[in-house]
C-alpha cells in the first residue's frame, strides 16, 4: 500500500521508457506517470497508453487476484495476465483476451530488448 502517490497522463517531451513491456514511449505519446511513496521508498512508474488499457482491463476482472493489500505491482502485468488467464471459464472471450494482451506485452519486451542489442 502506498504512504502517498499522484497519477498523471502527461504528454512525452523525451523518450521514455514502459515500466511494464519496457518499450519505448515516444515524444509526443501519453502515457501514465504515477509518483509516489511506496513503504518509505519514493518512486516513479511510467506506462505507455496499451500497458495502461491492458492494466485497467484486467483488474476489473473477477479473476483478478491482489495480494489483499496491492491491487498490482508495477512491471508485473505479463505474470499477472499468465495466472488470470486460466482462471477464466474456458469459451469465455475474456480469457482469450487475456492471453492476448500477455502476448502484445511479450512482443513488446522482445522488440524493446532486440532494439536494445542493436544499438
Known amino acids: 500500500m502506498s504512504d502517498f502517490q499522484t497519477e498523471t497522463m502527461p504528454v512525452a517531451r523525451k523518450q521514455h521508457q514502459c515500466c511494464e513491456c519496457y518499450g519505448p514511449i515516444q515524444p509526443g505519446q501519453h502515457y501514465q506517470l504515477i509518483s509516489g511513496c511506496w513503504d518509505g521508498d519514493m518512486d516513479t512508474f511510467k506506462t505507455c497508453s496499451a500497458c495502461t488499457a491492458a ?26 495476465l499468465s495466472y488470470t488467464a486460466p482462471e477464466i471459464s ?28 542493436a544499438a
Not at 66 to 79: A, I, K, P, V
Open 55 to 80: 492494466r485497467a482491463w484486467a483488474t476489473k476482472q473477477p479473476e483478478w487476484m491482489g495480494d489483499g493489500e496491492h491491487l498490482y505491482y508495477f512491471g508485473q502485468l505479463e505474470e499477472d
Open 90 to 117: 474456458p469459451g469465455d472471450g475474456r480469457r482469450f483476451k487475456a492471453y492476448r494482451l500477455q502476448l502484445q506485452i511479450t512482443r513488446r519486451r522482445t522488440a524493446a530488448s532486440e532494439a536494445r542489442k
